[in-house]
């Protein structure tokens, strides 16, 4: 589904930012090594709080804008799989939560090239910046020697 609309990016932004946080949950649940679910759930928490910061955005930044035309994003390609169960290894959920950071960093930085609004696209590019620093994170999770089993 294109998402031909600012008022679009940001709802879908919202909705992949919780389900993100879900997903972390999740994840840390699963996790058998404490340091590694301390991480997922403090990247859980970073997405609770994402999640209010683009629908506070979305409040502050932006009125009739809403409508302003955006072309070029579509769901397709920032959609990540984020299903996890007791059943998936540690390697499955550490893919899947790069894979996560990975789309959301793109979808970021994406929308912050098309849009005309400044402030809205400074707030984009540091949400961008901050889904980097997530990646370090898990990064570091995985050069740690089984993190997870």
Known sequence: MELGTLGAVLAFAVKLEGQGAE??????????DPPASEV??????????RKKRVERGRREYVNEMLLEPI???NTSD??????VSSKNDYDTAWR????LEESSQRLYL????LITLPQLARVLKKLGQENADHRLRLESL???DGPGE
């Not at 899947?96 to 894979?99: D, F």
């Open 142 to 144: 995985r050069k740690r």
């Open 40 to 49: 997922f759930l403090s990247l859980a928490e970073a997405k609770r709080k």
């Open 110 to 113: 994406d929308a912050a090239e």
């Open 23 to 32: 997903f972390y949950e999740k994840v840390a649940s699963l996790a058998k």
């Open 96 to 99: 899947l939560a790069t894979e």
């Open 71 to 73: 072309v070029g994003l």
């Open 78 to 83: 920032y959609l990540v799989e984020t299903e």
